[in-house]
């Protein structure tokens, strides 16, 4: 089940209007802490089957995911430079209510992930909360800039959902993850 807040698509008790970088990180927090302990509850059976119909596995959707939450680090950490360069600062507050309204509109559709982040197939599931974990530690050393920084400026293209900022793709980082750990549940439901 999806809400839209203002930082993007959260589970239901993620129902936060977000409206700071405390906020969005906070969220980011709770949506990880969810993942991992759904991953940490996997069985080493439901870790490789493919139920008729699906592309991935459970241990592919997380490496997808910590390969994917890498690459928004370094955008992040990209796009803040530019920032940092520009000097303009911030007064802490985010406006993300044209973001969320175009990640909505495109939360119940399929999507093809980019062939950069496509799953080898080789990583353990330990492996991929080892490499979620060093992102998230990634992006808490961002955190500084995040606040210090007006980011509303440098951009940089999603594949889906066109030029976005720093602070959008921070939003969509928590998103990406809520989008694959509902994944994952409904993988769970149809293994058993």
Request: glycine fraction near 6%.
């Amino acid at each position: 089940m999806q809400f839209q807040t203002t930082a993007g698509i959260y589970e239901a008790n993620d129902r936060i209007p977000v409206q700071t970088i405390a906020k969005i990180y906070e969220a980011n927090d709770r949506i990880r802490a969810k993942l991992k302990e759904t991953l940490a509850g996997v069985t080493e059976h439901q870790v490789a089957v493919l139920p008729d119909g699906e592309k991935w596995s459970i241990a592919q959707i997380a490496e997808h995911v910590s390969m994917v939450g890498n690459g928004m680090y370094r955008i992040c950490a990209k796009l803040l430079s530019k920032a940092e360069a520009n000097g303009q600062l911030s007064d802490g507050t985010v406006d993300l209510k044209a973001f969320s309204e175009k990640a909505l509109g495109i939360a119940d559709i399929k999507l093809e992930a980019p062939e950069i982040v496509q799953p080898t197939g080789t990583r353990s599931i330990a492996e991929s909360i080892r490499s979620l974990d060093e992102t998230q530690e990634a992006f808490n050393s961002l955190r500084p800039l995040f606040e210090k920084y007006d980011a509303s400026e440098p951009k940089f293209p999603h594949p889906y959902l066109g030029d976005m900022t720093a602070v959008e793709w921070l939003a969509m980082y928590g998103g990406h993850e809520v989008r694959h750990l509902r994944q994952i549940k409904r993988l769970l439901e149809r293994i058993g």
